[in-house]
């Protein structure tokens, strides 16, 4: 097998795992495969790829978000709280958007100022953000007005408007990383920071709006999560952090920067989560084991990454030995 072949297999591995767990859940039920449930696959993994492109943009500058979770339940309930005292829903998902953007920018400012590590300083705001929330909501679940659930129960040209607004933020994403110069300068950035520093690049402004994009994306999950639940809980964007990392890693981003991408990478990772929880329900499977197995398909992620940056790198090391090997003659 040749080093192209065998670095085009690696990268298919997220589709190839797409096709198979379509492919059991298919053949274990035929519900599985009918139009409404595929359609319902898609609204319900909107809100999880979300927040996972905004995870994407992080780890592709070798960081990390552990506060996405908590961000959107901070967001979620200030738009709640508004609404619930009689503002305008737009002006209540305004606000929600507001808090995105201002905890990706603390975020950002302890990681780039004052140079902690991503990990403590997002770690930090899943417990302060998660506290904030609890005491702005006392402890109790809002149920919010039906013009909420309506939102996400609307179609658009026959197409619900979570899935509409999912592609959307993909799209944008999407085309920022690839057609942009700052999508250019992100990928730099990740394969190494010091590089970017000396050829000119403004490194600590990059990571600042990954985090800020991160941050914006957490608010907007939240919001379409609340127009399918209708309800903020306590509970509410608990652990998304670490669905969002195994979506974005399921598809092929690395957990060391410098490799990834939206589309069809993290969108692919996160249906691929949604899937497996999907098919489990028409299943009906204990409803126990669904944590068990999204723990599952985070270690997998992990651990699939780490042997693709393993093989990858022998396979880079091959490419140059031989040049090495014929300089000596060839001078």
Same mark, same amino acid.
């Given at each position: 097998?040749?080093?192209?072949?065998?670095?085009?297999?690696?990268?298919?591995?997220?589709?190839?795992?797409?096709?198979?767990?379509?492919?059991?859940?298919?053949?274990?039920?035929?519900?599985?495969?009918?139009?409404?449930?595929?359609?319902?696959?898609?609204?319900?993994?909107?809100?999880?790829?979300?927040?996972?492109?905004?995870?994407?943009?992080?780890?592709?500058?070798?960081?990390?978000?552990?506060?996405?979770?908590?961000?959107?339940?901070?967001?979620? &309930?200030?738009?709640?709280?508004?609404?619930?005292?009689?503002?305008?829903?737009?002006?209540?998902?305004?606000?929600?958007?507001?808090?995105?953007?201002?905890?990706?920018?603390?975020?950002?400012?302890?990681?780039?100022?004052?140079?902690?590590?991503?990990?403590?300083?997002?770690?930090?705001?899943?417990?302060?953000?998660?506290?904030?929330?609890?005491?702005?909501?006392?402890?109790?679940?809002?149920?919010?007005?039906?013009?909420?659930?309506?939102?996400?129960?609307?179609?658009?040209?026959?197409?619900?408007?979570?899935?509409?607004?999912?592609?959307?933020?993909?799209?944008?994403?999407?085309?920022?990383?690839?057609?942009?110069?700052? !999508?250019?300068?992100? /990928?730099?950035?990740?394969?190494?920071?010091?590089?970017?520093?000396?050829? !000119?690049?403004?490194?600590?402004?990059?990571?600042?709006?990954? /985090?800020?994009?991160?941050?914006?994306? &957490?608010?907007?999950?939240?919001?379409?999560?609340?127009?399918?639940?209708?309800?903020?809980?306590?509970?509410?964007?608990?652990?998304?952090?670490?669905?969002?990392?195994?979506? &974005?890693?399921?598809?092929?981003?690395?957990?060391?920067?410098?490799?990834?991408?939206?589309?069809?990478?993290?969108?692919?990772?996160?249906?691929?989560?949604?899937?497996?929880?999907?098919?489990?329900?028409?299943?009906?499977?204990?409803? /126990?084991?669904?944590?068990?197995?999204?723990?599952?398909?985070?270690?997998?992620?992990?651990?699939?990454?780490?042997?693709?940056?393993?093989?990858?790198?022998?396979?880079?090391?091959?490419?140059?030995?031989?040049?090495?090997?014929?300089?000596?003659?060839? &001078?």
């Amino acid at each position: 097998m040749t080093p192209k072949t065998l670095t085009r297999l690696l990268n298919g591995i997220p589709l190839l795992l797409f096709a198979l767990v379509f492919a059991v859940f298919g053949l274990l039920s035929g519900k599985f495969l009918e139009a409404q449930n595929l359609l319902n696959i898609g609204v319900q993994a909107s809100s999880t790829a979300i927040v996972a492109i905004g995870m994407t943009f992080v780890l592709l500058t070798a960081g990390v978000d552990l506060s996405v979770g908590s961000v959107m339940f901070v967001a979620v &309930a200030v738009a709640g709280k508004m609404i619930f005292n009689g503002q305008p829903v737009w002006l209540g998902f305004l606000a929600a958007i507001g808090v995105g953007v201002l905890a990706g920018a603390i975020n950002a400012f302890f990681v780039t100022r004052m140079k902690i590590v991503a990990f403590i300083v997002t770690l930090a705001m899943l417990f302060a953000a998660r506290g904030f929330g609890l005491w702005l909501t006392n402890t109790r679940a809002m149920n919010m007005p039906d013009v909420i659930t309506q939102i996400g129960a609307g179609k658009i040209a026959g197409v619900p408007v979570p899935i509409w607004i999912f592609a959307l933020v993909c799209c944008v994403a999407h085309l920022v990383l690839t057609r942009t110069a700052f !999508g250019r300068q992100i /990928y730099a950035v990740g394969h190494d920071q010091e590089a970017a520093r000396k050829a !000119g690049l403004n490194v600590p402004r990059i990571l600042f709006s990954v /985090y800020v994009i991160c941050g914006v994306c &957490a608010a907007v999950s939240g919001l379409v999560a609340l127009t399918q639940t209708g309800a903020v809980s306590p509970a509410f964007g608990d652990t998304k952090e670490f669905v969002a990392i195994a979506a &974005a890693v399921l598809g092929g981003t690395s957990l060391f920067g410098g490799r990834g991408s939206v589309l069809p990478g993290t969108v692919l990772g996160a249906l691929l989560i949604q899937t497996v929880e999907n098919g489990l329900v028409i299943l009906n499977a204990n409803p /126990y084991s669904y944590p068990l197995v999204t723990s599952a398909i985070i270690l997998a992620a992990v651990v699939l990454d780490s042997l693709r940056a393993r093989l990858l790198e022998k396979i880079n090391r091959r490419r140059i030995r031989p040049h090495d090997a014929e300089a000596p003659a060839s &001078a």
